[in-house]
């Protein structure tokens, strides 16, 4: 097993080094001119020039990235052209906002998900089968922007129960945080729990059916033990690969629920950041996510391969 996590792992520096030159080479096919950006009403071509010298942008594009390489290498992000401060900081930052949201929307996910998924299967034929999948069907379809301004118009404005937009960090205020929280959370976590539901299901017959859980049952067993420790064991398993995947996807996908809420997370800091053509912290802020991302896929490599004893070896 080591030797195939091992594998693993070399196989993500290729996959890095790739993603590093497409975000590299996607940042500068966005319209508009940085250095025009900063330079302001004064279109001083000294000035202009000055700025272009300063932050490398007179230079061929394979060189750019060298430098940029080089320093991520180094562990230097780069500095952000508008604020004037390093890339590293703002996302030391932003992340935790991200993060926090994006660890609850993958509580409430599995939560709904599973649970669900697991009646579905047991109930199959019936009412809540029926009712369960036309609401993991809406979860999967309705678009998350128009959800979060339902769900502010009806707990925030009309019940008034939790608050339309901010944040406020666990570690302030854990009560606060979570009213703050658990709206934009279940907005994230929505789409994610209706693909959870359907894959739980799925999972699940297949497992009532095996031949395994056919033997439990004529042992006398219970239907509520036959169903939780034999078949949810092993139905569980894909799971496992699905949520390490989906918790980077959460990240990624929070730009645009953050930007309903005003959260101050990583989709805020990069849409500031493409208006005002701050090439560095686009650059960073995706090359952080992409590498998230990618290495939560390892854990599902390797969360899969501990639970399936077929893959060690």
């Known amino acids: 097993m080591t030797r195939l996590i091992a594998r693993r792992m070399l196989q993500l520096l290729p996959t890095l080094f790739i993603l590093s030159v497409i975000i590299f080479l996607l940042q500068r096919l966005l319209p508009g001119d940085p250095a025009l950006a900063l330079a302001g009403d004064d279109q001083d071509p000294r000035v202009i020039a000055e700025i272009r010298r300063q932050w490398n942008l007179d230079l061929p594009l394979p060189v750019q990235y060298g430098y940029w390489i080089a320093d ?37 996910s599995l939560a709904i998900g599973v649970t669900a998924g697991v009646i579905s299967a047991v109930r199959k034929g019936t009412i809540v089968d029926y009712v369960a999948n036309v609401v993991a069907l809406a979860g999967i379809s309705v678009p998350n922007f128009w959800l979060g301004i339902m769900l502010i118009l009806l707990f925030s404005i009309h019940l008034g129960w939790l608050p339309a937009s901010g944040f406020v960090p666990i570690t302030e205020d854990w009560r606060t945080s979570l009213a703050t929280s ?36 004529a042992k006398g067993l219970g239907e509520g033990r036959v169903v939780l420790r ?25 730009v645009l629920t953050e930007q309903i809420f005003s959260i101050p997370g990583f989709g805020k800091l990069i849409v500031d950041a493409v208006f005002n053509r701050d090439y560095a912290v686009v650059q960073g802020v995706v090359l952080v996510t992409a590498t998230i991302y990618v290495l939560m896929s390892l854990l599902a490599d390797i969360g899969y391969i501990l639970a399936n004893p077929r893959l060690r070896g």
């Open 72 to 108: 991520v290498l180094r562990g230097d992000l780069g500095q952000s052209m508008r604020l004037n401060t390093p890339v590293a900081d703002l996302i030391v930052q932003k992340l935790p906002a991200t993060l926090q949201l994006a660890v609850m929307a993958l509580l409430i």
């Open 230 to 254: 034999h078949a949810m064991r092993n139905a569980l398993t894909p799971i496992i690969t699905l949520g390490a995947l989906e918790f980077g996807s959460l990240l990624s996908g929070a």
């Open 182 to 217: 658990i709206l934009p959370a279940f907005v994230l976590g929505s789409h994610f729990a209706g693909v959870l539901m359907r894959h739980t299901r799925s999972a699940m017959l297949e497992a009532i059916e095996s031949d395994y859980v056919r033997t439990a049952r």
